[in-house]
């Protein structure tokens, strides 16, 4: 058993740290508010520093009992975390329930040159597992070689003795955890394929079963050996400046940037003079509409740019290596963060094509990942040639490829996309033109532009199926295209009214163990959603039949 081990001693100033990033902001719309009409000499400056001395003091303190108070421990089959100032927390995390071990670098450690490790277990929520917030480059690396190499020995002991996992005296500390293979938990793909799909036990699922936490005499041994210095390990790709900088200009994001301007906008009121501020709002409301349109074009260029610099910053340095079998995906300038996943968890690939990427050639590559946290999307790759996605997938997840769609809505459909698309814009307008008058005839340009999206809709949907693989195409603004294994899928709803059905239309809903990933495909032919239905429902080893002509009785099935 190895020796207890602290985090590094700059963690006694982390709560120092975290206390003046909170009250930065409170203490400025105070000192703006208590100035406001007054003098810095009616500032009791002594009692303010003696109130600023005393909180630093205490913070300090408090740093140092939870430094001396935080160590962990890495045993035989687990690793035992002890925290806490006034009451003691004691975490055992054995080493078959860890999904993954994650290094980042948030603003705070990546100023201090640490790594903050993120251990993720299953049913633990954000920020509940283990986190070990301050160690160095070197110890969080050692902490992830220790876990892959404890990963190696319980698959090598399978291997050699499968029968020792179900009998003998450490058999019977097993856990219901360890039993997944054969007793599906609820929150695993096993548990809603059981129950929603009725040939479950004659499929292969893919995903990789947790290993058992027993503790043996030759993990105890291989604890007790220093742990290698270098394993495997190869870069698969790395983004350079140039083509960071094509990305963040080709991906705006005018949400989020909008927001950060929205977020100023209603600050200003605390933060201006109450005379100027309404100085301002007066002379806004006297501008011509010319005007109206410059500022908007204006505001929408520097959001577009700030978009940009905020996807420069999140995405910088972008790597993907290979540790042994797992994927690393490292990135960021202001908070370095490096996540870790198997190949074998991808629950599904995204590839989006955004409408100026789409011209060029180019899209984004996402990954669905099953981890503790629920769901979580990887970038795989930010700016990737359409032409070498096939490459890439078969690089990091063989079990993919990039199938082209072989089915697509009728022309008789394009009322499904179009109907509402134009019913919104044509709402919209009536809205515009009743309030601005003449100036709101401007929003009659909606109703073209929304038929253009409606018809643009129609001709990019599509499907394709190829062995266990699923590929669906829609679009909204951008152009996605979702690649689903077969069992990843626990649902499907099929649904269709009756002028629909009158006229061979059906429209599908693919619904996986995480409703955000979920996919729908409207207005396709009957015989192609008959047909999906008939993949979905297939048996290991049965031959696919052709699918039967009756629809179904309901106008919503699920299967």
Known sequence: MNEPTRLHRLFILFPLADSVKSL???????????????????????????????????????????????????????????RGVLFREELSIYTGRIHSMNMEQPLLQR???????????????????????????????????????????????????????????????LSAETKRPSVPSPGTPEAYESV??????????????????ESTAAGREKASRPIPAEEERSTLLQLSSGRLLIAALSSPNLSLALAFVGGIVSFADDLLPDRMYQSLFQSAGKLLPGSWISIAALALIVSWLLSAVLYTIKYAGFTVERFGKQISVSCGLLERKRLLFSPERVLAITVKEGVFRRWFGYAEVKVHVLTSESEKHFMLHPLLRTGDIPALLKRVTPQFSAQAISASPPPRARWMYVRWKLAFAAAVSAACIWYFDRLGLLSLLLLPLSLAWGLLSHRDSGLNVTGKQLTIRSRFIAMSTRYIRRPQIIAMEVSGTRRQRRKGLLSLQVKMI??????????????????????????????????????????????
């Open 196 to 213: 929603h799909h009725p040939s479950y036990h004659n499929r292969d699922f893919e995903s990789v079963p947790l290993m058992d936490s």
């Open 514 to 559: 995480f409703s955000e990933i979920n996919e729908s495909l409207s207005g396709m032919e009957q015989q192609e959603i008959e047909a999906v239905r008939a993949w979905f429902q297939q048996k290991k080893g049965e031959t696919l039949a052709p699918p039967e002509r009756s629809g179904p009785t309901s106008s919503i099935e699920r299967l």
């Open 111 to 173: 100023l201090l040159g640490l790594t903050q490790v993120r251990i993720e277990t299953p049913g633990k929520k954000e920020g509940g597992g283990g986190i070990l917030p301050a160690v160095t480059n070197s110890e969080g690396e050692r902490l992830q070689r220790w876990l892959r190499e404890q990963t190696q020995t319980r698959q090598a002991d399978r291997e050699v003795h499968p029968a020792a996992e179900n009998s003998g005296p450490s058999g019977q500390s």
């Open 24 to 82: 930065i902001p409170i203490a400025a719309l105070v000192s703006i508010k208590f100035l406001n009409g007054k003098s810095l000499r009616d500032i009791p400056w002594y009692w303010l520093s003696a109130a600023i001395v005393i909180l630093v003091f205490l913070l300090l303190l408090y740093g140092y009992l939870k430094w001396k108070r935080f160590v962990y421990t890495l045993e035989e089959d687990k690793i035992l975390i002890r």
